[in-house]
């Protein structure tokens, strides 16, 4: 079974997010804990983009210790430069140069024509290379750009040293087929491409971050970039722990193994939110609070008679303590049992029966009902239910 890369952007992309910065010290917490999570490289920021950011970059690199540690740059020698002075005393340091190549960033971004840009890039590349063992290149936009043309980027920048070759669906904009496709398309059209790493690196605009990352899985890349919780700009990146869950959940589909530790998931996703102050939605697959929850009564029957029936992931799984049975409206009588068994109440059918009646009457006006709810219901005197 080959191994795909995990590479963590939650400090540069996923930071991007509108509202969110974080300081030095949030960043080596975070650093820290992807380190324990497992994944391979982590792009600490853009050191060019601030001395605070510059700095950052350097004191994760200083912490981490198994992992590459990555700064972002422009394709311009300043910012190689800005990247190299924080990174120098990294154990494994890389860099991610970006130039935009798609027609709309060409004619309006950066008003440049195809060769000024195809000169661009080589020119980076080789710079980068004079410090770096490893240098990513990211055709900014590459979702949007001509075929024909990218591929001739691929071809200069490989030619110029690149290591890895990221394809950014900047702006979220193809679909899981096209997505794959461009990959089959690089590997038949560049001479060179066995002798770069291809990664993914897909943004949410469509919702479908998640799917492009896998697709371009199955098209056989070798890193796939992300964020925890999916966070990033705009609508985010893909999900780092959807797109590993999925490959862990669906291994004989996939294929693929990781070296992220999933029962570190939940720890991650929360520091990440903490930090970042970026509430995880209830119904987020994977670490939503709602993510191993059960309200209906069917389905509580279900899960007391095995866990499976409406389980894929064991919540300790991912680092969570245990599946939740939430009793509400839609709540069975098998469930509210239970809970008052756990609770320490073995009581007669006749009296759960008439208990139960109760319940679902109190259920109708609570979204919800606390444990403190049932041992209130419990104690009731008999008399009064
Ligand atoms: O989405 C994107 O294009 C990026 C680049 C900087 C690689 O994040
Ligand atoms: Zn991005």
């Known amino acids: ?6 590479f963590d952007t939650t400090l540069r992309d996923g930071e991007q997010s509108p509202g969110v910065n974080l300081s030095t010290e949030e960043k080596v917490e975070i650093a820290l804990q992807l380190e324990r999570l497992g994944v391979n490289v982590i792009e600490a920021g853009f050191a060019a983009s601030s ?22 740059s422009r394709a311009v020698p300043q910012d190689i430069d800005a990247a190299w002075e924080a990174l120098k005393e990294a154990k494994q340091p890389a860099i991610h140069i970006f130039l935009a190549t798609s027609p709309i960033h060409r004619e309006y971004k950066l008003r440049k024509t195809k060769e000024q840009v195809l000169e661009q890039a080589a020119e980076a590349v080789r710079y980068a290379k004079r410090f770096f ?33 990221n394809i950014p669906d900047t702006v979220g904009y193809l679909t899981p087929d096209e997505y794959a496709n461009i990959f089959v398309q690089l590997r038949e059209r560049v001479p060179g491409i066995d002798r770069v790493k291809l990664s993914a690196h897909c943004h949410d605009d469509l919702g479908l971050a998640v799917a492009n990352s896998l697709a371009a899985i199955r098209a056989g890349v070798d890193q796939v970039e992300g964020a925890i919780n999916g966070i990033g700009e705009r609508a985010g990146n893909a999900a780092l722990e959807e797109v590993v869950m999925a490959l862990y959940t669906r291994q004989s589909y996939y294929q693929v193994a990781t070296t ?29 609070a709602n993510a191993f929850a059960h309200e209906s009564g069917i389905h509580q029957d279900g899960m007391l008679k095995h866990q499976e029936t409406y389980e894929i992931i064991r919540p300790e799984t991912v680092g969570f303590s245990q599946t939740k049975l939430v009793l509400g409206k839609h709540s069975g009588r098998h469930a509210f049992r239970e809970r008052l068994e756990t609770l320490g109440y073995t009581l007669s059918e006749e009296r759960i029966n008439a208990l139960f009646a109760r319940f679902k009457e109190l259920a ?14 419990a104690e009731e005197k008999h008399g009064e239910v």
């Open 1 to 6: 079974m080959r191994t795909v890369q995990i």
């Open 51 to 72: 001395p605070g950011d510059q700095s950052a970059v350097r004191e994760v690199a200083r912490v981490v210790t198994d992992a590459s540690v990555a700064s972002l």
């Open 133 to 165: 063992p490893v240098v990513e290149f990211s055709p900014e936009d590459a979702g949007r750009t001509e075929i024909d043309f990218l591929c001739e980027v691929a071809d200069v920048v490989i030619r110029a040293g690149a290591d890895v070759l």
């Open 260 to 288: 992220i530790r999933p029962a570190e998931i939940a720890r991650t996703s929360r520091l990440v939110s903490k930090l970042t102050g970026m509430p995880v939605p209830a119904n987020k697959a994977i670490v939503g």
């Open 364 to 377: 109708d006006r609570k979204k919800s009902l606390t444990d403190e709810d049932l041992i209130a219901l």
